[in-house]
């Protein structure tokens, strides 16, 4: 940790694309000639964050669902929003919980009929009686497998813990009307910014061994603070008027008011170092974890403007 906390955490830099990924991309775009429907899954935290901007390019002449996944991880207020926003911009999108199976039938249903409204035009070029060929495409981490796993009531593919855990295509039919093809989770080459970069970083996609743990753990609290201090609070058990004179202390620097309260989470949580000082990496992944654990509390990242 630097001792000059007024230029702490001022700007982050996370870079992260594995060269197989190029060849996963170049796999995703051959093997969409196969495909009917388009599945996207995003992350409903973070609907923006979790959308891979490239692959509205492979895509743009499918038809397409997108599944909000771990919804119940993230504020129900904005869950509604998101559907209303994507629905009102004519994207077809669902609210899902592949965890519970929550929204997965209506998520198949509606594969049936986005197909159905092109049957016509398929059976025209002989597809009559045909299962519809739905691609699952979506970043590293996002729920993909488990997914799949809920729709064909069987572990059909490998899920693990680690982003990027899907290696190889295969195709799963879940029932007599439509076959599944999983992809590997893509990301893309560069971040557009640093807001999608943290997003990223604090729900996992990206591995944390090539992360700054305590720079992304004091963005976290920083986001927390501004948006969700009650919900903070109430995990870390912190003393609100503690709270509220770190936050009016004009003595202090943004960050380094960010930081006491980091300490005081350190503190309730015993996340103590040798002489007695908080360990900030060990307090950082304690928050981190929390978060990703739903054990904060349900947290949008994103919000609709």
Not at 4 to 13: D, L, Q
Not at 104 to 117: G, R, T
Not at 255 to 260: G, K, P, T
């Amino acid at each position: 940790m630097k001792d000059n906390k007024k230029e702490m955490f001022t700007s982050v830099h996370i870079n992260w694309y594995p060269g197989h990924m190029t060849k996963t991309k170049r796999q995703i775009i051959e093997d969409l000639k196969l495909i009917d429907v388009v599945v996207e899954i995003l992350d409903a935290r973070m609907p923006i964050s979790s959308r891979n901007p490239d692959i509205e390019q492979y895509v743009k002449n499918k038809d397409k669902l997108l599944l909000l996944n771990k919804s119940d991880l993230a504020d129900n207020v904005e869950n509604i929003n998101w559907i209303n926003y994507f629905n009102s911009n004519g994207i077809e999108a669902i609210l899902i919980n592949s965890n519970t199976g929550e929204g997965i039938k209506q998520a198949i249903k509606k594969i049936e009929a986005i197909y159905s409204v092109n049957q016509t035009k398929f059976q025209a070029k002989g597809r009559v009686g045909k299962a519809i060929r739905v691609m699952v495409l979506g970043i590293p981490n996002v729920g993909k497998s488990s997914f799949i796993n809920r729709v064909s009531n069987k572990n059909s593919a490998k899920v693990g813990n680690r982003p990027g855990v899907t290696r190889q295509k295969q195709w799963i039919r879940i029932n007599e009307n439509i076959e599944l093809l999983d992809t590997p989770g893509v990301l893309w080459p560069k971040f557009e910014n640093s807001e999608t970069a943290l997003n990223l970083a604090y729900t996992g996609t990206i591995k944390d061994d090539v992360l700054e743990i305590i720079e992304i753990g004091f963005n976290l609290i920083k986001f927390l603070v501004e948006n969700y201090l009650d919900k903070l609070a109430e995990r870390y058990k912190l003393n609100n008027e503690e709270i509220k004179d770190i936050l009016s202390n004009e003595e202090l620097q943004e960050n380094e008011r960010i930081l006491e309260i980091m300490y005081l989470v350190g503190k309730k949580r015993g996340t103590i170092a040798s002489g007695g000082n908080i360990d900030e990496e060990k307090t950082a992944r304690l928050i981190l974890d929390d978060f990703r654990n739903g054990k904060i509390g349900r947290i949008t990242l994103e919000k609709v403007n």
